[in-house]
């Protein structure tokens, strides 16, 4: 089972993560224009969800072993990406963000434009 992480424990999990943690963007390019975060104490990498497997091996160089948050609208496909990245066997410490970057919005940065 895939850890769920809210947005308002993010900046508690990202303290003690113990190494930069990788917020990985599962969204569509549009989306990314539309609303975003801003790295702040994490690496944001962009990477979208149809674009996973073919790009697996530049998320490896990308994150080099550090924690990884599935992000997306509303957390369903960043949860589906997470198993995804975990079966693959190439990454151990992955974690969903609850309530994608809509719950975002609401508990952590409400310049995030909500859509």
């Known amino acids: 089972m895939i850890a769920q992480l809210s947005p308002a424990d993010f900046a508690a999990w990202r303290d003690n993560a113990g190494a930069l943690p990788v917020v990985l963007d599962v969204r569509e390019p549009w989306e990314l224009q539309t609303a975003s975060v801003k790295e702040d104490g994490f ?24 924690p990884i948050v599935c992000l997306c609208h509303h957390g369903m496909r960043s949860l589906q990406v997470a198993n995804y990245l975990i079966q693959s066997g190439e990454f151990a410490d992955v974690v969903n963000l609850q309530g994608g970057i809509d719950a975002w919005s609401q508990q952590v940065d409400r310049t995030v434009p909500l859509y």
Do not use: C, F, Y
């Not at 690496?43 to 550090?66: D, F, N, T, Y």
């Open 43 to 66: 690496k944001l990498v962009h990477i979208p969800m149809r674009e996973i497997p073919a790009r697996i091996a530049e998320l490896q160089e990308a994150s080099a072993g550090q």
